[in-house]
């Protein structure tokens, strides 16, 4: 009688007041405390700092310090270089990653290891590399310079060549897991049913994959925009010409012009935190497309 009365209690009892099991994990206001405070000091303060020591030139010495022709033309370089590096890993960084996961061939895991040498290359050893290959006299700068008169060493191209680089493990490892969980059934039922390959791959394997795609292209894009290592050695570093926008704060800081080195970094730091919004809206928007038609 008594444990049937403390059942049926028990069953009346609001949801809301019923005691919640501790869960597994720590607490979630530890957790948060601890996340907060970790990020605040090691992103959000120094982030902070930026704009707080070009404050002090004020808002007109700001605007000046950051539309100079050498700033305006290093922002056009960094940022389309960029853009072009990122789009090119979206499509060989697909390439290649389909391949690793859907066929076997000697060599595979040696090819799969390369994938991250850029990873642990260090990046001035690589701009040695790059442009030692693509000089006048390099193995790759040679022919290309002797039969389509293509000069990459000392240019803007060879600035896209080196983001492209240091870019393209981060579509591969972005998309690889994604495309081995796309089992090989889905693509016979396709075929089945009368699609052709470019049917397949654009209504059955891209839909899956986007996402994937434009979170490795927004990683490799915000990895070029602040590439400084592998570029200035290939670049050439002229002003005006081949002058990317990390070389310029560096050359401020050089010549102790911190303030104006703060307020370059600023303008970078505000674009690039604008274009990687548009793309995390755009992973969102996808992602709420696909669970909408699936």
Sequence with gaps: MTSAMT?????????????KRPGVLPGFGLSMGFTVVYLSLLV???LVVLPLKSASLGWEGFWRVVTTPQALYSYQLTFGAAFIAALVNLVFGMVVAWVLVRYQFPGKKILDAMVDLPFALPTAVAGIALTALYTKTGWLGAPLDNWFG???AFSPLGIVVALVFIGIPFV??????????????????AASLGANRWETVRRVLLPTIVPALLTG???AFARAIGEYGSVVFIA?????VTEITPLLIMSKLEQFDYVGAAAIATVMLAISFVLLLFINLLQGWQA?????FA
């Design 44 to 46: 959000l303060l120094p």
């Design 217 to 219: 292209f927004a990683l």
């Design 236 to 240: 050439g570093n002229r002003p005006m």
């Design 172 to 189: 591969v490892r972005t998309v690889q897991p994604v495309l081995e969980d796309i089992e090989r059934e889905i693509e016979e039922a």
């Design 7 to 19: 059942a049926a209690a028990g069953a009346k009892a609001p949801v809301g007041r019923q005691r």
């Design 150 to 152: 293509l000069k990459v």
């Design 288 to 292: 709420r497309r696909g669970r909408r």
